[in-house]
């Protein structure tokens, strides 16, 4: 029988670091910050199952773990180009195919904003009012943010595929 702890808060360790690194974009603190949520959500385990969210309330603590990252290191925003990219999750893969790597390229031209959305929403699956919560925005910015990257990604492959022929 397994604990509220390894049922419901254990599993959301891949989802948490994929959502620090993609702040972060360093692997050692996306673990750090990651470490830091888990041995939070440790100390706090029996006030979690009383939760109604208690996903939402994992997500707002590594995202308070990656400020305080930044915060201690004199950084307000994430570092650009710094460690090493996510082996599943890069463009330069072998088995990525075209238009995997156009949406690559598509997504470090999208205003931070809306890049965020759309990767929270169609990579790592989080609903609007998880996004919401995770960026401390309205669940309206959320939808507006996401229509308008979705709307320049189609944009952006018609293009590109009109540049082919």
């Known amino acids: 029988m397994s604990t509220f702890f390894e049922a419901k808060i254990w599993p959301l360790r891949n989802r948490l670091y994929r959502m620090a690194y993609l702040r972060t974009k360093d692997r050692d603190a996306a673990n750090d910050a990651v470490q830091e949520a888990f041995s939070k959500a440790w100390v706090h385990r029996e006030g979690l199952e009383q939760m109604d969210n208690p996903e939402g309330w994992m997500v707002k603590t590594l ?3 990656v400020l305080q990252q930044f915060r ?3 950084r307000t925003e994430p570092l650009e180009d ?3 990219a996510i082996p599943e999750a890069t463009p330069e ?4 195919g075209d238009t995997v790597k156009l949406v690559f390229r598509f997504l470090e031209d999208l205003p931070e904003k809306q890049r965020e ?3 929270l ?16 925005i309205s669940v309206e910015q959320v939808k507006v943010n996401l229509h308008r990257a979705r709307k320049k990604l189609r ?3 018609l293009k590109c595929k009109e540049d082919e022929r």
């Open 155 to 157: 944009e952006f492959l």
């Open 63 to 65: 995202k308070n773990e």
């Open 121 to 136: 929403r169609e990579v790592e699956g989080l609903t609007y009012e998880e996004i919401a919560s995770y960026l401390e």
């Open 117 to 119: 959305v759309f990767e």
């Open 82 to 84: 710094q460690g090493q």
């Open 93 to 96: 893969s072998p088995e990525a």
């Open 72 to 74: 201690g290191a004199g």
